[in-house]
């Protein structure tokens, strides 16, 4: 049956490099469509994401699924055969999928405080950004991965951040260096995989882009 | 497997989540202790110890093993006791995609504005709050019609995820509606939610397991009572 896989997305967004992620590491052939987020959305994402009207949105043979973590989901059960992401295990894949819930309230919000708030918020964003990042070093412990000696869903959810994470502590003005340094060689692991390396912007791409951010939102 | 299960419920009696928990325990007849946690007062050892990160309620325990957040406890008891009752998660993955989709607008859009607009003092961000909340009932009118195709729920003949998902907090809406004498899921604009919403609270696995609409009158009437006076 002729698959027809399409993908909406943005390059900077840390969601987007997930679903990516997931369809190279499957060998899914798709077409990838970007997006001009801050310019013009396109009738297809507006028609296929109504709701949100956000990217990625993945359209499968006509019929879209949106959010990330539903979408490295989906993507898993359909191409079952191959290259499992998520544990079999049920107790092990609650796990994962807490930990991506974690990863989308906490570090994505701390995130963006680093380079949009300034003063006593930042300086509060900043110390929080450590201790979710010693939460998570906590929970990949000695593992190569988070899912243990595969690259897994967890480690999808989390990696397109690794690609944030020189502009944060640019534009907080702090380093994460030694407090995280299992996570970073981590990171490095996972930047190792093609499917990673062709998905993940070069960081100071990422820099140029908040700059753009800062300026359309009015921030300093 | 024949060894003895041990399985445990850490909640509260009010608690929407903590129903959806109960809903599916109950759909695949599972036994298990239930634990009322006092969230107000002091939680208890186990909860903070099987729930440091966030320290709330659901918690279900299984044979010591801690599974945290209800809608994952919902698709763990779905997998774990696979066998012991009907499917609450969709078998293809689209639909699992849109159950789950649904779930997630339900939880962090629909519900969190609705309860924003109980505690907000400002009549405009109110107004505003219960007209999204509205429209959304809307969306969430279609989304039941094109997916129930005819039968009674979400997921058909018997109760699945998003009936559980949505369906836990209709008591919650109900309370609301008498408390305030506010009309919120009318009948005129959402016909095929409020037949489902009659169908889901009188079903078996739902009825004993959800609290009382009037206890929780009561209940959110102390509470405000009790906010007023701290304000």
Same mark, same amino acid.
């Given at each position: 049956?002729?698959?027809?896989? $399409?993908?909406?997305?943005?390059?900077?967004?840390?969601?987007?490099?997930?679903?990516?992620? =997931?369809?190279?590491?499957?060998?899914?052939?798709?077409?990838?469509?970007?997006?001009? !987020? $801050?310019?013009?959305?396109?009738?297809?994402?507006?028609?296929?994401?109504?709701?949100?009207?956000?990217?990625?949105?993945?359209?499968?043979?006509?019929?879209?699924?949106?959010?990330?973590?539903?979408?490295?989901?989906? $993507?898993?059960?359909?191409?079952?055969?191959?290259?499992?992401?998520?544990?079999?295990?049920?107790?092990?894949? =609650?796990?994962?999928?807490?930990?991506?819930?974690?990863?989308?309230?906490?570090?994505?919000?701390?995130?963006?405080?680093?380079?949009?708030?300034?003063?006593?918020? !930042?300086?509060?964003?900043?110390?929080?950004?450590?201790?979710?990042?010693?939460?998570?070093?906590?929970?990949?412990?000695?593992?190569?991965?988070?899912?243990?000696?595969?690259?897994?869903?967890?480690?999808?959810?989390?990696?397109?951040?690794?690609?944030?994470?020189?502009?944060?502590?640019?534009?907080?003005?702090?380093? $994460?260096?030694?407090?995280?340094?299992?996570?970073?060689?981590?990171?490095?692991?996972?930047?190792?995989?093609?499917?990673?390396?062709?998905?993940?912007?070069?960081?100071?791409?990422?820099?140029?882009?908040?700059?753009?951010?800062?300026?359309?939102?009015?921030?300093? | 497997?024949?060894?003895?299960?041990?399985?445990?419920?850490?909640?509260?009696?009010?608690?929407?989540?903590?129903?959806?928990?109960?809903?599916?325990?109950?759909?695949?007849?599972?036994?298990?202790?239930?634990? /009322?946690?006092?969230?107000?007062?002091?939680?208890?050892?186990?909860?903070?110890?099987?729930?440091?990160?966030?320290?709330?309620?659901?918690?279900?325990?299984?044979?010591?093993?801690?599974?945290?957040?209800?809608?994952?406890?919902?698709?763990?008891?779905?997998?774990?006791?696979?066998?012991? %009752?009907?499917?609450?998660?969709?078998?293809?993955?689209?639909?699992?995609?849109?159950?789950?989709?649904?779930?997630?607008?339900?939880?962090?859009?629909?519900?969190?504005?609705?309860?924003?607009?109980?505690?907000?003092?400002?009549?405009?961000?109110?107004?505003?709050?219960? /007209?999204?909340? %509205?429209?959304?009932?809307?969306?969430?009118?279609?989304?039941?019609?094109?997916?129930?195709?005819?039968? *009674?729920?979400?997921?058909?003949?018997?109760? %699945?995820?998003?009936?559980?998902?949505?369906?836990?907090?209709?008591?919650?809406?109900?309370? *609301?509606?008498?408390?305030?004498?506010?009309?919120?899921?009318?009948?005129?604009?959402?016909?095929?939610?409020?037949?489902?919403?009659?169908?889901?609270?009188?079903?078996?696995?739902?009825?004993?397991?959800?609290?009382?609409?009037?206890?929780?009158?009561?209940?959110? *009437?102390?509470?405000?009572?009790?906010?007023?006076? *701290?304000?």
């Amino acid at each position: 049956m002729a698959e027809e896989v $399409i993908l909406l997305n943005f390059w900077p967004s840390m969601f987007g490099m997930r679903t990516m992620i =997931a369809l190279k590491e499957k060998k899914v052939k798709y077409e990838h469509r970007e997006e001009d !987020l $801050i310019n013009n959305k396109s009738a297809l994402l507006l028609e296929m994401n109504p709701i949100y009207k956000k990217i990625p949105v993945l359209i499968h043979n006509g019929k879209p699924v949106c959010e990330s973590v539903i979408q490295v989901q989906y $993507i898993d059960e359909i191409w079952s055969d191959k290259n499992p992401l998520l544990p079999k295990d049920p107790y092990q894949r =609650a796990q994962a999928l807490f930990w991506a819930d974690f990863i989308d309230k906490k570090l994505y919000v701390c995130g963006r405080k680093t380079w949009a708030t300034k003063g006593e918020e !930042l300086e509060e964003a900043k110390k929080e950004f450590i201790d979710i990042l010693k939460t998570l070093q906590s929970e990949l412990g000695d593992k190569p991965y988070f899912g243990g000696n595969s690259f897994g869903f967890l480690d999808i959810v989390l990696i397109g951040f690794y690609s944030w994470f020189p502009a944060y502590q640019k534009f907080g003005n702090f380093s $994460i260096e030694p407090e995280s340094s299992i996570l970073m060689d981590w990171g490095k692991r996972c930047m190792e995989r093609e499917s990673v390396a062709t998905s993940l912007p070069d960081p100071e791409r990422i820099g140029g882009f908040i700059l753009q951010l800062k300026k359309l939102y009015g921030i300093e | 497997m024949g060894e003895r299960e041990e399985v445990k419920l850490l909640g509260t009696w009010y608690s929407p989540v903590v129903a959806r928990a109960k809903i599916a325990l109950r759909l695949k007849s599972v036994d298990y202790d239930y634990f /009322e946690e006092d969230l107000f007062g002091s939680k208890s050892e186990l909860l903070l110890k099987s729930n440091p990160v966030h320290k709330k309620v659901p918690v279900l325990i299984h044979n010591n093993k801690p599974i945290l957040e209800s809608l994952n406890i919902v698709e763990y008891i779905d997998e774990t006791w696979n066998a012991s %009752g009907p499917s609450i998660l969709p078998s293809h993955p689209h639909d699992r995609s849109q159950a789950r989709f649904w779930s997630a607008f339900v939880d962090d859009k629909w519900f969190p504005t609705l309860i924003a607009t109980t505690i907000t003092k400002s009549e405009n961000a109110k107004a505003k709050g219960m /007209e999204e909340v %509205g429209e959304w009932l809307l969306l969430l009118e279609d989304a039941f019609i094109s997916i129930s195709k005819g039968e *009674r729920f979400f997921g058909g003949e018997v109760i %699945g995820f998003m009936d559980i998902c949505l369906g836990s907090f209709l008591v919650i809406l109900k309370a *609301r509606e008498k408390l305030k004498g506010e009309n919120i899921l009318d009948k005129s604009k959402t016909p095929s939610l409020c037949k489902w919403a009659n169908e889901f609270l009188a079903d078996d696995t739902v009825k004993n397991v959800v609290p009382e609409i009037d206890r929780v009158v009561k209940f959110m *009437r102390e509470f405000e009572a009790e906010t007023q006076t *701290r304000a």
